[in-house]
């Protein structure tokens, strides 16, 4: 009898362990990667954010840059937007980024020539051309897309928060979540204005007002503390809590731009992210 029930408990914990394992497969490779992001300091979407356009960027200066199709999408949309122009300097040397960009700004700065007129068909020109030549404005036809790698980042950025929602009552992540910073705050209100009536949110709308009070609260004291008859000294949590305030409240830097609107032309494609 002794011999069976060792057998049997063995059995068990070989069940157990196996559901583990198809648990953990079910789960994915994105699903860890959000739970590593969850990990780390500040918004966990906008880390994936960050990640996933500096791994598209890699690939397209890397394997891709010498592909027709990869090089005419560049040309229409006028290479990337501004963050993602500088993203690519943040680029492994092993990747050859600027062997990349260079290649790209060649094409770039062949369109602008063109489109300016510059040394059109070889001809020297004259005053007189100068001034009987019809007037053509270049912004039309120098950008007509989008920075690709703000498109590609802007569909999985949406997955993440969906992902978020649906691991969010699993209690590992739900342990790992409520141990972090949490989301920033444009970013719940991206999940908000897409994801209302999913089943999580309100969970997800609880653990973040909860986050906020613990923060604000720790903002408080830190003011409290700076009147010099306070007989109690600064934390290094209330000391890094207006550091943590600006994320939480903003996103991490250069993931949502500015609000600055250049005259006449808001409706330009590609020169902010939404």
Same mark, same amino acid.
Request: charged share 25%; hydrophobic share 35%.
């Given at each position: 009898?002794?011999?069976?029930?060792?057998?049997?408990?063995?059995?068990?914990?070989?069940?157990?362990?196996?559901?583990?394992?198809?648990?953990?497969?079910?789960?994915?490779?994105?699903?860890?990667?959000?739970?590593?992001?969850?990990?780390?300091?500040?918004?966990?979407?906008?880390?994936? $954010?960050?990640?996933?356009?500096?791994?598209?960027?890699?690939?397209?200066?890397?394997?891709?840059?010498?592909?027709?199709?990869?090089?005419?999408?560049?040309?229409?949309?006028?290479?990337?937007?501004?963050?993602?122009?500088? !993203?690519?300097?943040?680029?492994?040397?092993?990747?050859? =980024?600027?062997?990349?960009?260079?290649?790209?700004?060649?094409?770039?700065?062949?369109?602008?020539?063109?489109?300016?007129?510059?040394? !059109?068909?070889?001809?020297?020109?004259?005053?007189?051309?100068?001034?009987?030549?019809?007037?053509?404005?270049?912004?039309?036809?120098?950008?007509?897309?989008?920075? =690709?790698?703000?498109?590609?980042?802007?569909?999985?950025?949406?997955?993440?928060?969906? !992902?978020?929602?649906?691991?969010?009552? #699993?209690?590992?992540?739900?342990?790992?979540?409520?141990?972090?910073?949490?989301?920033?705050?444009?970013?719940?209100?991206?999940?908000?204005?897409?994801? $209302?009536?999913?089943?999580?949110?309100?969970?997800?709308?609880?653990?973040?007002?909860?986050?906020?009070?613990?923060?604000?609260?720790?903002?408080?004291?830190?003011?409290?503390? !700076?009147?010099?008859?306070?007989?109690?000294?600064?934390? =290094?949590?209330?000391?890094?809590?207006?550091?943590?305030?600006? #994320? $939480?409240?903003?996103?991490?830097?250069?993931?949502?731009?500015?609000?600055?609107?250049? #005259?006449?032309?808001?409706?330009?494609?590609?020169?902010?992210?939404?």
């Amino acid at each position: 009898m002794q011999p069976f029930q060792c057998f049997s408990s063995l059995s068990k914990k070989l069940l157990e362990c196996y559901a583990q394992v198809m648990a953990q497969a079910r789960r994915g490779r994105s699903y860890f990667k959000l739970l590593d992001a969850v990990n780390e300091s500040g918004c966990p979407i906008c880390t994936l $954010f960050i990640r996933d356009g500096l791994g598209y960027l890699d690939m397209m200066m890397y394997e891709r840059i010498m592909d027709v199709p990869t090089r005419m999408e560049l040309i229409q949309s006028f290479g990337l937007c501004n963050w993602h122009t500088w !993203q690519v300097s943040k680029l492994p040397e092993i990747s050859s =980024p600027n062997v990349g960009f260079a290649i790209l700004a060649s094409d770039l700065l062949r369109k602008f020539e063109r489109l300016a007129g510059a040394g !059109q068909d070889g001809k020297k020109r004259t005053l007189k051309s100068v001034f009987t030549k019809k007037k053509r404005k270049i912004r039309p036809k120098i950008k007509q897309g989008t920075c =690709p790698v703000c498109r590609h980042v802007s569909q999985f950025e949406s997955y993440h928060l969906r !992902q978020l929602l649906e691991q969010l009552p #699993e209690e590992e992540f739900f342990r790992s979540y409520g141990a972090s910073q949490g989301i920033c705050l444009p970013h719940f209100l991206m999940t908000e204005e897409h994801f $209302f009536n999913h089943t999580n949110f309100q969970l997800l709308l609880e653990v973040q007002a909860n986050k906020a009070k613990t923060l604000r609260n720790k903002l408080d004291r830190f003011v409290e503390k !700076q009147d010099y008859r306070h007989p109690e000294k600064v934390t =290094p949590d209330e000391a890094k809590a207006g550091r943590i305030a600006m #994320e $939480f409240l903003n996103g991490k830097p250069g993931t949502f731009g500015s609000e600055i609107q250049r #005259e006449p032309s808001r409706n330009r494609p590609g020169y902010s992210r939404r």
